[in-house]
């Protein structure tokens, strides 16, 4: 069975799942009451797992369907960096005008290492602004770009996996599957140490590539075996979906968690009626992603959740605009910049 290039539901779910990380995060860092209640019916960390298996199984197609490693990393490199080292640059220059730092106490060296580290994906190292949302909850400028590293990483490895599959075809799933257990057992490691103890370092450690990378692998799986998957979907996803509200309510089965989710996310992605040409306007959902969080800085700075109905309204629109402006002024036009017309960009 052929995966369906076409009518697909990757951008209804990508758009889904950069929303509720949004909501989260308008949530944490504006304490609105009805924004943050919205977490017990949905989780910013099981979007984020899903957007890793979805690019997963994009990636590795991608790769696959390169015309050279050039080609890939073009690609890669356009998908990212343009709307990634604008948002950078942009919050770093016109947010000067809402810090309590002079001219010259802020464009200073803190400000080169912000530019520096975060344009490395090293958002952890310096992650403030000089004098910039100091008294918020969380003074960070875009606390949601600790992710980008952890795509571009993949990136580098999705080469070498495929080779190695390629070689070994008839250890294919021994491969993959090794390297989802080495990623779970590293998880757990990392769990165990900060449980032992005590230090966050663990945590924050379990939440790179290591730690991700079975669900990467999960979307990978199941591209490489998409003929059995959409030919036992029906079964897969029941046992998938009993697994998930196990792990949920009953007992720890992480170790099944990864691949348990990219079941069902893909099953909606490739096997679900189509819900629709969600792109019709453009591909927002890394717009959405790279944006919502310095805006929803800014809606706090300025007190404009004190109405928090029109409040809400507000930040999405600003979000969905920011987005809009992000792909069809930046994003698009380096993406498509003198791509093969047999090469698409995803």
Not at 88 to 95: A, K, V
Request: hydrophobic letters at 50%; glycine letters at 4%; a positive charge.
């Amino acid at each position: 069975m052929k995966i369906n290039r076409d009518s697909n539901n990757f951008d209804f779910l990508r758009l889904l799942f950069a929303l509720i990380v949004a909501v989260v995060h308008a949530g944490t860092l504006s304490g609105v009451a009805f924004i943050s209640s919205t977490n017990q019916y949905i989780s910013s960390e099981v979007a984020v797992d899903s957007f890793f298996i979805i690019s997963g199984f994009l990636i590795f197609m991608s790769y696959e369907s390169s015309q050279s490693l050039t080609a890939y990393a073009r690609k890669r490199i356009r998908r990212i960096f343009p709307g990634y080292i604008f948002v950078i640059i942009l919050c770093s220059t016109i947010f000067y005008l809402i810090s309590s730092k002079t001219l010259f106490e802020y464009f200073n060296i803190d400000l080169l290492k912000y530019l520096a580290f975060n344009s490395l994906t090293l958002n952890f190292l310096h992650p403030n602004l000089p004098g910039v949302f100091e008294n918020h909850t969380i003074p960070a400028v875009n606390g949601a770009l600790w992710t980008i590293k952890v795509e571009l990483m993949f990136y580098v490895i999705v080469p070498f996996i495929s080779i190695l599959v390629a070689q070994y075809k008839s250890s294919r799933l021994l491969i993959l599957a090794t390297i989802y257990i080495a990623s779970i057992l590293y998880s757990y490691l990392m769990h165990w140490l900060n449980f032992n103890y005590q230090m966050d370092i663990f945590t924050k450690l379990e939440r790179q590539l290591p730690g991700q990378l079975a669900f990467f692998i999960s979307g990978a799986i199941i591209y490489y075996y998409y003929g059995f998957f959409y030919k036992k979907s029906f079964l897969l996803i029941i046992v998938s979906c009993i697994i998930m509200a196990v792990h949920k309510n009953v007992i720890d089965l992480y170790a099944l968690y990864p691949i348990s989710l990219g079941v069902i996310v893909l099953y909606v992605a490739n096997i679900l009626k189509h819900m629709g040409h969600w792109g019709r306007f453009g591909d927002l959902s890394f717009g959405v992603y790279i944006w919502h969080f310095p805006i929803i800085q800014l809606f706090v700075h300025f007190n404009l959740f004190a109405n928090p109905v029109i409040g809400s309204i507000m930040l999405f629109l600003s979000i969905m605009i920011a987005a809009y402006l992000s792909w069809h002024l930046i994003e698009k036009r380096y993406l498509y910049r003198s791509l093969p017309p047999n090469q698409t960009p995803h």
